[in-house]
């Protein structure tokens, strides 16, 4: 993510809001995807709108990384975490503009989330491309964009990276105000 591209932290707490939960419930968008026990990522967490109900959806025997590249971010995430004892199954990381510090979590994530962050990310093709290496074989990646911030056109832009990156196309979902389109990993490694 690009810094002078980065959600401010104040906007965090607007996000975060329960009135959010309104308009764009975290339960019903994320619930077709999440499954109990599994090892989920939320990448661009912010501070937690969709990261703590994940936490709750794979149960204690779950896991979600939470990334972002803003500290207080993360650090507001795991204080909330805390307060609603879910803190056994949030692990938060800080990121780098240039990588998401995933090295070590190859082939652990059943599901990835990347709600409205991919508009702010420099190189995308990275991006993609560490999000891959991080699914299992057959995993998801959910990417989901404000229609406010983005355009068709680069939503089609981003869905082709991703696609260059190896994901498959599973189904692009229509949502008021909000671009979506799920992505897998292939079950077979795509030859090139």
Known sequence: MSEEHVCP????????????????????????????GMTVIDAGCA??????????????????????????????LYRQAKKKNLNDRIEVRVCRQDS???????????FVLASAVVHE?????????????????????????PSHHVSPEDFSNTIETASNAGFTLVTELKRKRRMMVLL??????VSR
């Open 9 to 36: 932290v104040w906007v965090g707490y607007l996000l975060s809001s329960p009135l959010r939960k309104l308009f764009e419930n975290p339960f019903r968008i994320l619930s077709p995807y999440i499954k109990e």
């Open 47 to 76: 501070m937690g709108f969709f990261s703590l109900p994940m936490a709750l959806m794979v149960g204690p025997n779950g896991k979600v990384i939470c990334i972002d590249m803003q500290e207080k971010m993360v650090s507001k």
């Open 100 to 110: 998401l510090r995933t090295d070590d979590l190859k082939g652990v994530a059943d």
């Open 121 to 145: 990310v420099p190189d995308r093709s990275s991006f993609f491309a560490q999000l891959f290496s991080t699914l299992k074989e057959g995993g998801e990646l959910l990417v989901v964009e």
């Open 184 to 189: 897998k990993k292939p079950d077979q490694p």
